[in-house]
C-alpha cells in the first residue's frame, strides 16, 4: 500500500549504488514541479530501527529537497533487506536498471547478507550465468572509473563497449581517459572516436586528448573521416537530383492512390483547387523540364560527383 514518509526518514545507504544522471534528473523536476511525485518510492522496513532503506528513488527524493518537499510517496517491498532488494531486482529485471546498478546489489546481497549465487538465481527467476556475469563486476573497476560513473560524469555505455577492451592492456591509462574526458558533456560517440585515437591513435593526438584540447581533437578527427568536401556546384547538383527524387516518389503514391482508391473518398474541394494549381503549374514544369533534358542529352559523359554512390546505393532495395 502506498503512503507518505518523511524524507528525513529514509535511509539512504545505497545511493552510491545508483547511477546519478542530470539531464534526466532535470526533466523530472520539471515533471514534478507540474505534475508532483507520481510513482512511490520502493523501500524496505529496518529491523533495528523506525527509517525505510531507500531503494529506489533517489532522484525523485533529491527533486522533493531541492523543493522544499517534506514528505514523498513509499512503497514498502518487504520486512527486511534481502528479500526487499529480490523483489526490487525483479520488479526492475526488464527494464529500469542498468547492469552496474543490478552488479551492485547483487554484491550486496552476496557479500553482506550471503546469498549464494543458484540461490539468488532461483529467487530471481535467472540462470546462473546471468548473477555470475554480474557478481564481482564492480570489482574489475577502479576506482576512478567506478566514482565517475556513478556521478553521471562519465557514460556507463562508453565504457562497457568503448573502454572496458583497453583496460586488459593498461588500466592506468584508461583511468587517465576517464579523468579527461568526464564531466565535458560529450556523445557516447564522441567518447568512442577519442578512445580510439587516445590508445590506437597518433602521439600528438593523445597528447590534445591529455591536455583538455578535446574539441579541437574532435574537429580534426571529424574532419579526416569525411569524404571529400563537395563544391559549391556539387551541393546545387545535390539537392536539385534530391528534389528530382522527391516528386518522382510523390507521384508514385498519387497514382496508387489513385488506381486503388474510389474518386469519391479522395475528393474534396480542397482537394480539387490543389490538384487544378498542380495541373496549372506541370504544364510549365514539363515544357521546361524537357527542355532542359534535351538541351544536355548530348552533353560528353563526365565523372559521377563523390556523393552518387551514397545517393545510389541509399535508393537501392538493400538499403
Not at 525505510?52 to 520486512?79: M, W
Not at 556507463?156 to 558533456?185: A, H, P, W
Not at 563537395?230 to 546545387?236: G, L, S
Request: charged letters at 25%.
Amino acid at each position: 500500500m502506498i503512503q507518505q514518509c518523511p524524507i528525513k526518514k529514509l535511509d539512504t545507504r545505497y545511493e552510491g549504488l545508483r547511477l546519478k544522471d542530470k539531464r534526466r534528473e532535470k526533466e523530472l523536476l520539471s515533471s514534478i514541479v507540474e505534475e508532483g511525485i507520481q510513482s512511490p518510492l520502493f523501500v524496505t522496513s529496518h529491523p533495528d530501527s523506525q527509517n525505510h532503506v531507500l531503494l529506489d528513488g533517489y532522484k525523485r527524493k533529491r527533486c522533493a529537497e531541492s523543493l522544499n518537499l517534506d514528505e514523498v510517496p513509499i512503497l514498502i517491498l518487504g520486512e527486511n533487506i534481502p528479500t526487499s532488494l529480490l523483489r526490487f531486482l525483479k520488479l526492475n529485471s526488464s527494464s529500469g536498471l542498468a547492469t552496474l546498478e543490478e552488479a551492485s546489489f547483487i554484491d550486496e546481497l552476496h557479500g553482506t547478507y550471503g546469498l549464494s549465487i543458484s540461490e539468488m538465481a532461483h529467487r530471481l527467476g535467472k540462470s546462473t550465468a546471468w548473477v555470475s556475469v554480474r557478481l564481482g563486476l564492480l570489482s574489475r573497476l577502479s576506482l576512478e572509473a567506478k566514482t565517475q560513473i556513478f556521478a553521471g560524469r562519465f557514460p556507463v555505455r562508453s565504457y562497457m563497449y568503448s573502454l572496458r577492451k583497453f583496460t586488459r592492456v593498461n588500466k592506468k591509462e584508461v583511468d587517465n581517459f576517464i579523468q579527461n574526458v568526464s564531466g565535458k558533456s560529450l556523445s557516447i560517440r564522441d567518447i568512442d572516436i577519442l578512445a580510439k585515437e587516445y590508445f590506437k591513435g597518433s602521439p600528438l593526438l593523445k597528447a590534445q586528448i591529455q591536455q583538455g584540447n578535446l574539441d579541437w581533437t574532435l574537429q580534426q578527427l571529424k574532419t579526416d573521416q569525411k569524404m571529400p568536401t563537395c563544391t559549391a556546384e556539387e551541393d546545387e547538383q545535390k539537392a536539385f537530383l534530391k528534389n528530382i527524387n522527391i516528386i518522382i516518389a510523390c507521384m508514385s503514391k498519387v497514382q496508387t492512390a489513385l488506381c486503388v482508391s474510389s474518386s469519391e473518398s479522395l475528393y474534396s474541394k480542397h482537394v480539387h483547387r490543389t490538384i487544378k494549381r498542380l495541373i496549372n503549374q506541370a504544364n510549365n514544369f514539363t515544357i521546361e523540364l524537357e527542355a532542359f533534358y534535351v538541351r544536355h542529352r548530348q552533353a560528353p559523359n563526365c565523372a559521377d560527383p563523390p556523393w552518387e554512390r551514397e545517393i545510389q546505393e541509399a535508393d537501392s532495395p538493400s538499403a
